[in-house]
Each structure stands twice: as structure tokens, then as C-alpha cells.
């Protein structure tokens, strides 16, 4: 069975501080990791995927297969930046994708 | 329209009612995805359409739940005899093929009374 847990249901951080949205998973084999974000009264998006290995305005995530994480990063958070964020899992070559139950994250100015 | 579109936006309905929510997925979009979201929760996977056939139905909770996409681009999920329980946010989501880059509709809220 896959599963993708996001331990955290709220994180508040100061305008320029870092930010670290944790996500874990569980998956028997070598799945695809993405993080989706959805701001405000908008619709949900792809943030990055892990195998583009992009940084997506100023975002980052390392997959990390021996503690099975997928942690989303940033150095200098925005205000801009607060919205929820979704860690999903799909397996290679399977349409389907398991999301996490979101961060909510708050930048405060 | 350049995004998926999902109609109708919100829709109330009776216990034990039949229900249609409807998707328009960017035009040319093979793959199309449904999901459902409760409150406080991710979106949780129901169907995945490549084409016309239902290539994964596995998230489907019970028989009442059916989907249908019949010329490989609209999509029509349909639910009957709704229950309270079935209350939640209907995402459909589509991409060009499999496992690339999928994007969402803004959803259709069903609220069953």
C-alpha cells in the first residue's frame, strides 16, 4: 500500500526565514514525488516534480529514499509563499497519485 | 477554454438522489483523472481515463460511483442514491499523457442534504 504523510497541519514562519515542509512516504518500489500547492481561491497546481530536480520559485525537495522523505524547501520565505501545500506520490508508470493531507503554511510579514 | 473545466460548481442535493458533475479537460489531454476531497484532507483518488476506457477504477468506494469519458474527452462521474458521506469537493484533473504534469479543475462542490 502507498502512503504519504505530511506531519504538519500548520507552519508559521517570519517573512525571510527558512522553511521546511516535511512529507513522508511509504511505497514498496520507486515512486514519482511531487509537491502540488494551492493557493487562495485557486485552483490546485504542480509545484516541481523530484525527477525534474528543478527549484520553482525558489522551492527545492530532495527525495531521500533511506529515510523515505521528500522535504520541501526554501531559504527565504515570502509572503506570497502562504498557501497549502500537497506531497502526492504515484508509482512509476501508473496514473494514479496519493496526496498527503497538506501543510497549510503562513508567512507572516 | 485554456484550463479543465468542471461543471456545475456547486450542487445540493438530496439524500438518495442521482447526481452528474461533468469535465471539460484541456483539449487534446489523454489522461483525466477524478479525485475527491473532504474537508481537512488530501485529495483521494477515485478514477484514471486514458481515452475512452477506464484504466485504473480502483479508487471507486462502492458501486454507486460511476465514470464514464465515451469520446476521450469529456468526462461524467455519476452517483446514485447519494449518501451524506458522499459530501466533499469533486477535483478532475487531466494531462497530456500518464504521469505528466496534471492539471486540476477548480472543482464541483457536492453537499448532500
Known amino acids: 500500500a502507498q502512503r504519504v504523510t505530511q506531519p504538519e497541519k500548520l507552519l508559521s514562519v517570519f517573512k525571510g526565514a527558512p522553511v521546511e515542509l516535511k512529507c513522508n512516504y511509504s511505497y514498496s518500489g520507486s515512486p514519482e514525488l511531487f509537491w502540488y500547492v494551492q493557493y487562495s481561491r485557486q485552483r490546485l497546481q504542480l509545484l516541481l516534480r523530484h525527477i525534474s530536480r528543478e527549484s520553482i520559485k525558489g522551492f527545492t525537495a530532495d527525495l531521500n529514499k533511506g529515510e523515505t522523505s521528500f522535504h520541501l524547501k526554501k531559504p527565504f520565505a515570502q509572503e506570497e509563499d502562504s498557501a497549502m501545500y500537497y506531497c502526492a506520490l504515484a508509482p512509476t508508470n501508473a496514473g494514479k497519485s496519493t496526496f498527503g493531507d497538506g501543510t497549510t503554511l503562513t508567512v507572516k510579514p | 477554454g485554456a484550463g479543465v473545466s468542471q461543471t456545475p460548481s456547486n450542487k445540493v442535493t438530496e439524500k438518495g438522489k442521482y447526481v452528474e458533475l461533468r469535465c471539460d479537460p484541456i483539449?487534446?489531454?489523454?489522461?483525466l483523472y477524478w479525485y475527491r476531497q473532504s474537508l481537512g484532507q488530501g485529495p483521494e483518488f477515485l478514477i484514471y481515463f486514458q481515452g475512452t476506457g477506464a484504466a485504473d477504477d480502483s479508487g471507486l468506494p462502492n458501486d454507486r460511483f460511476f465514470a464514464v469519458r465515451p469520446e476521450g474527452s469529456v468526462s461524467t462521474l455519476k452517483i446514485q442514491r447519494t449518501e451524506r458521506g458522499d459530501s466533499a469537493v469533486y477535483l478532475c484533473a487531466s494531462s497530456a499523457y500518464m504521469n505528466t504534469e496534471a492539471f486540476f479543475g477548480q472543482g464541483t462542490r457536492l453537499t448532500v442534504v
Open positions: 483539449s487534446g489531454h489523454t489522461a
